[in-house]
């Protein structure tokens, strides 16, 4: 684009293109508005074509999950209890996403309130199978080669897990590091704001654009911006110390992705070392799904019980789940995740980063699951960033991903570490 080769309005027509091509088969649009989506772009030529200042973002089709509130689009949250919902602003997001000059191509699907209920969205890869969830229509857009960005959220494994079956590089952030005013909130403990792309360099050129301090997200880093792209360009001199970390979920790995990965693990040879997680560890998974459904029953539990007929089965049993448990078992399920994170943090005077599975398997057969979470939900509790890459294949030659999981805070070196696993799979297979 800053060449003259191509203008903002003939990529964002490319895109449009693409989704009328396969948004049939594919589903994961929510919202998509033609003539908004090529209003946005002409705005951002003519910006150019007058000399004034770009943002990093210009001219990039990006598709937003529809819990982030957008002024000129609806934000329904994939439930019927919002259907219909026009917000009167931007979501800090949103506004971050204009600011940069990305094109907010349209919304797209989340499963309801970006918790278990699917949405319509099919893998790209194979139609009868799921794309994961939440972040639905956000994974399998990137994939399908509808937008080249997309916008997600994590509480549990809803950008990492959607990644791994779609085949893209997700990114999920250290905690406190994007905005999160104007999204539908689901756990302020868990709740991060993630991105998708097409490569490890696209995820850091999103998210720089979005680390962007607010008082308005109380939880937000003070300091939130880490120059992604530029540390990126940077090339580490040594290759990184690596360890593969099976989890306490290990016991739910599915045979393909345990074969495929406990392979790939192999070929890495002397740069990765096998570390188990024990002691402290040992109860994280239900740490995590305590603190999970405590919050989720505290910030829906009000429309649960004023309309419950608008709110799908799945979502209700989430609500259940979470007013069943004790004040005392959740103030003891955050301490125990405060050790947790303590204890991992450690971990990391040793290695650069930890390789871990993205998902439990490949994507299953049928759309009315999503796919199983336990992989994600404890690096989702303990803040800390990580990365999906898709590195590997199931049995049926389904994408499956290799998550990165960095130190809190050193995001830069969890992303390297993952341009480094694609950079050596590209040259040797």
């Given at each position: 684009?800053?060449?003259?080769?191509?203008?903002?309005?003939?990529?964002?027509?490319?895109?449009?293109?693409?989704?009328?091509?396969?948004?049939?088969?594919?589903?994961?649009?929510?919202?998509?508005?033609?003539?908004?989506?090529?209003?946005?772009?002409?705005?951002?030529?003519?910006?150019?074509?007058?000399?004034?200042?770009?943002?990093?973002?210009?001219?990039?089709?990006?598709?937003?999950?529809?819990?982030?509130?957008?002024?000129?689009?609806?934000?329904?949250?994939?439930?019927?209890?919002?259907?219909?919902?026009?917000?009167?602003?931007?979501?800090?997001?949103?506004?971050?996403?204009?600011?940069a000059g990305a094109v907010i191509m349209g919304k797209t699907v989340t499963t309801e309130w970006a918790l278990t209920a699917p949405g319509k969205t099919a893998n790209p890869h194979d139609s009868?199978?799921?794309?994961?969830?939440?972040?639905?229509?956000?994974?399998?857009?990137?994939?399908?080669?509808?937008?080249?960005?997309?916008?997600?959220?994590?509480?549990?494994?809803?950008?990492?897990?959607?990644?791994?079956?779609?085949g893209v590089f997700g990114y999920k952030p250290t905690f406190g590091s994007i905005p999160r005013c104007g999204i539908s909130m689901l756990a302020r403990r868990l709740d991060t704001i993630g991105?998708?792309?097409?490569?490890?360099?696209?995820?850091?050129?999103?998210?720089?654009?979005?680390?962007?301090?607010?008082?308005?997200?109380?939880?937000?880093?003070?300091?939130?911006?880490?120059?992604?792209?530029?540390?990126?360009?940077?090339?580490?001199?040594?290759?990184?110390?690596?360890?593969?970390?099976?989890?306490?979920?290990?016991?739910?790995?599915?045979?393909?992705?345990?074969?495929?990965?406990?392979?790939?693990?192999?070929?890495?040879?002397?740069?990765?070392?096998?570390?188990?997680?024990?002691?402290?560890?040992?109860?994280?998974?239900?740490?995590?799904?305590?603190?999970?459904?405590?919050?989720?029953?505290?910030?829906?539990?009000?429309?649960?019980?004023?309309?419950?007929?608008?709110?799908?089965?799945?979502?209700?049993?989430?609500?259940?789940?979470?007013?069943?448990?004790?004040?005392?078992?959740?103030?003891?399920?955050?301490?125990?995740?405060?050790?947790?994170?303590?204890?991992?943090?450690?971990?990391?005077?040793?290695?650069?980063?930890?390789?871990?599975?993205?998902?439990?398997?490949?994507?299953?057969?049928?759309?009315?699951?999503?796919?199983?979470?336990?992989?994600?939900?404890?690096?989702?509790?303990?803040?800390?960033?990580?990365?999906?890459?898709?590195?590997?294949?199931?049995?049926?030659?389904?994408?499956?991903?290799?998550?990165?999981?960095?130190?809190?805070?050193?995001?830069?070196?969890?992303?390297?570490?993952?341009?480094w696993l694609w950079d050596r799979f590209e040259k040797t297979g």
């Amino acid at each position: 684009m800053e060449a003259g080769e191509f203008t903002a309005e003939e990529l964002t027509r490319a895109c449009l293109d693409r989704i009328a091509e396969r948004e049939e088969v594919v589903g994961a649009w929510a919202y998509l508005d033609e003539n908004l989506a090529l209003d946005q772009a002409r705005a951002l030529d003519a910006k150019k074509d007058a000399g004034e200042t770009l943002g990093p973002l210009h001219g990039l089709p990006v598709g937003v999950k529809d819990i982030f509130d957008t002024a000129d689009m609806p934000t329904e949250c994939g439930s019927e209890y919002y259907a219909g919902r026009r917000p009167l602003e931007d979501s800090a997001v949103a506004a971050l996403l204009r600011r940069a000059g990305a094109v907010i191509m349209g919304k797209t699907v989340t499963t309801e309130w970006a918790l278990t209920a699917p949405g319509k969205t099919a893998n790209p890869h194979d139609s009868k199978r799921t794309p994961g969830g939440s972040s639905s229509g956000s994974a399998a857009s990137v994939a399908d080669n509808m937008v080249p960005l997309s916008i997600g959220t994590q509480t549990g494994g809803s950008m990492i897990r959607p990644a791994s079956f779609c085949g893209v590089f997700g990114y999920k952030p250290t905690f406190g590091s994007i905005p999160r005013c104007g999204i539908s909130m689901l756990a302020r403990r868990l709740d991060t704001i993630g991105v998708y792309g097409r490569e490890v360099e696209d995820l850091a050129l999103l998210a720089d654009a979005l680390m962007v301090h607010d008082p308005g997200d109380w939880d937000m880093r003070s300091s939130p911006g880490q120059e992604l792209v530029a540390a990126l360009e940077e090339r580490p001199a040594d290759p990184p110390r690596l360890a593969f970390v099976r989890t306490p979920a290990w016991n739910e790995a599915e045979d393909d992705m345990a074969k495929a990965l406990e392979e790939y693990i192999a070929g890495l040879g002397d740069r990765v070392r096998e570390v188990e997680l024990e002691g402290v560890f040992a109860d994280i998974v239900p740490t995590h799904r305590t603190v999970m459904h405590a919050n989720v029953a505290a910030n829906l539990g009000e429309a649960a019980e004023k309309a419950p007929d608008k709110m799908r089965k799945e979502t209700m049993e989430r609500v259940d789940a979470g007013n069943a448990i004790a004040s005392a078992d959740y103030i003891r399920a955050l301490g125990r995740a405060e050790a947790q994170a303590q204890a991992l943090d450690r971990l990391f005077d040793h290695y650069d980063a930890l390789l871990t599975p993205s998902a439990a398997g490949q994507a299953p057969v049928g759309l009315g699951f999503t796919g199983n979470h336990v992989f994600n939900g404890m690096w989702t509790l303990l803040g800390v960033p990580s990365v999906s890459v898709p590195l590997l294949k199931g049995t049926d030659g389904m994408p499956i991903g290799v998550q990165v999981i960095g130190r809190r805070g050193e995001d830069a070196k969890a992303l390297n570490c993952g341009r480094w696993l694609w950079d050596r799979f590209e040259k040797t297979g």
